[in-house]
């Protein structure tokens, strides 16, 4: 196989993923540019390769779908796209995959088209949206939490940290449960069930007391729902022992679990807060309460953004703010952890681990399914870039599936958990793995000289070229460098050295 190079989304950063895109209008090609960056955008370049025609069609272009860029000339459509079709097309292995058959899986044993869910929240609280979102590809919708009691939203009730590209890095919400009453989400199953009756219909409750978990339970089975959700973890409530107050009290998991499974035959998932230092408390309890299921994780709770002029938090709200949950890809790590935790705890075998936390590309989902989860949610990315990466997400994960030689995508559930270890003394310690610089993309900024000198071991200094020279007597191969480097120049050597040389 040929070593390809791989193009990142920092090289289309000014890229806007617009709606309705006018470089699809004016590309004389019909080559759907916009559709090519977006799936550049979230990883999915392989996909991308194999869809080019095989004539190189952008060669002889003038580019007008550049011109017409709303940022004219920022995005540079047509080198992207050549460099997929130049660098990227020839190494491919397999040609596009003729279904997506590999995708389809089971929640508890109900079936599912693709392992993708939208989690609960407001892009799943109508049935205009989840019709949608169904119609882009979904596979089902975990439906923002049904409860009894009022709920009265605060405004704005956002705020996130963005990273250098713009994106949304860390979303912070101070949302809470549906506003809408039993009644009118229970006409939104029924609507939803009769016209997508192939989609999953996860119906998310809360409830103050053991007998409104029953009735809620039993009233969503009646109404069309394929599951119950038990949300234990929502961090924004306005009263005590609501949310993420139960997740933290496994007596509290295990009654109310009792309560909402005795009342329904379908399977029940309890949602539990990553507000905890460990999560398997609350998973063994959800299990002795009947629990088919864990989903995980919620949001975390968080300040953000305190402004330095009024010293209040961000979302501000006349004045005041407060603690609210934290969520998008910054979180991935910590939910990574927590998923790893339920699935290798042998109490919680036969558990049912429903992934989410950070997911926004086809890579993300696949670190979740890998470490142990068998079905995915999202949300915070639909937030920011609407239902349609439904389509990078299981295109992606199908080419993979496909390269790979997967027959289904059950085959990848916890095929990582073996590397991983609770604690760090199981790791070999006695060679190490020096860097290695490629000198035909490194441009001489000397970051890596810099961090190496003045957060590493000083092992690294540039020649009259300004070429990074490694001094191996100093080196302890901690690859800092490999992390800041900003050209990517920077890899890993082939053979670990023994520390004793």
């Not at 349609?388 to 080419?399: S, W």
Request: glycine share 6%; hydrophobic share 40%; proline share 5%.
């Amino acid at each position: 196989m040929k070593q390809k190079n791989t193009i990142r989304r920092s090289d289309m950063q000014n890229c806007m993923l617009c709606a309705s895109p006018v470089c699809d209008k004016k590309c004389p090609h019909n080559l759907q540019p916009a559709k090519i960056l977006r799936s550049l955008w979230f990883g999915n370049e392989d996909f991308a390769a194999a869809t080019l025609p095989a004539d190189n069609l952008c060669s002889n272009c003038t580019a007008p779908c550049e011109t017409a860029c709303l940022r004219p000339h920022a995005v540079p459509i047509k080198n992207l796209i050549m460099r997929l079709k130049k660098e990227v097309a020839p190494c491919l292995e397999i040609s596009l995959p003729a279904d997506e058959s590999k995708l389809q899986t089971d929640l508890c044993g109900i079936p599912l088209e693709n392992p993708f869910l939208l989690s609960s929240s407001v892009v799943a609280s109508t049935y205009d949206m989840c019709a949608r979102a169904f119609a882009a590809g979904w596979a089902g919708a975990a439906f923002k939490t049904i409860c009894n009691f009022p709920i009265h939203e605060a405004s704005p009730r956002f705020s996130a940290i963005k990273g250098s590209d713009g994106s949304i890095i860390g979303f912070k919400n101070i949302e809470q449960l549906s506003d809408h009453s039993v009644p009118e989400n229970m006409a939104i199953f029924r609507r939803l069930k009769k016209d997508y009756p192939t989609k999953f219909i996860l119906a998310s409750i809360m409830g103050q007391n053991e007998a409104e978990w029953e009735d809620l339970a039993h009233t969503c089975q009646e109404n069309g729902a394929d599951a119950i959700e038990l949300n234990f973890s929502c961090p924004n409530m306005m009263e005590e022992g609501l949310g993420s107050d139960i997740g933290q009290i496994p007596e509290l998991v295990e009654r109310f679990t009792a309560a909402a499974k005795k009342a329904v035959t379908i399977p029940v998932l309890a949602k539990l807060t990553p507000n905890v230092a460990a999560m398997s408390p609350a998973a063994e309890a959800a299990l002795r309460g009947g629990a088919d299921g864990i989903a995980a994780i919620n949001t975390i709770k968080s300040i953000m953004n305190v402004n330095p002029h009024t010293y209040i938090s961000s979302p501000a709200v006349r004045g005041q703010s407060a603690v609210g949950g934290y969520s998008g890809n910054a979180v991935k790590p910590i939910a990574l952890r927590f998923i790893a935790e339920l699935a290798k705890n042998p109490r919680l075998k036969n558990l049912h681990i429903s992934g989410m936390g950070g997911i926004e590309t086809w890579q993300d989902g696949l670190e979740f399914l890998l470490l142990g989860a068998s079905s995915l949610q999202v949300t915070t990315a639909v937030m920011q870039y609407g239902y349609r990466i439904i389509e990078d997400l299981k295109t992606g994960l199908n080419y993979y599936l496909h390269d790979k030689g997967f027959n289904s995508v059950k085959e990848l559930t916890g095929l990582a958990l073996d590397s991983v270890s609770d604690t760090t003394d199981i790791l070999e310690r006695d060679t190490i793995l020096f860097p290695q610089f490629n000198y035909n993309t490194c441009l001489g900024c000397g970051r890596c000289v810099i961090s190496c000198a003045d957060g590493g071991h000083q092992a690294i200094h540039l020649n009259e070229k300004r070429q990074p020279l490694l001094d191996g007597k100093k080196c302890v191969g901690c690859h800092l460098c490999r992390l800041v480097c900003p050209t990517h120049s920077i890899t890993s050597a082939k053979k670990r050295i023994s520390r004793k040389h």
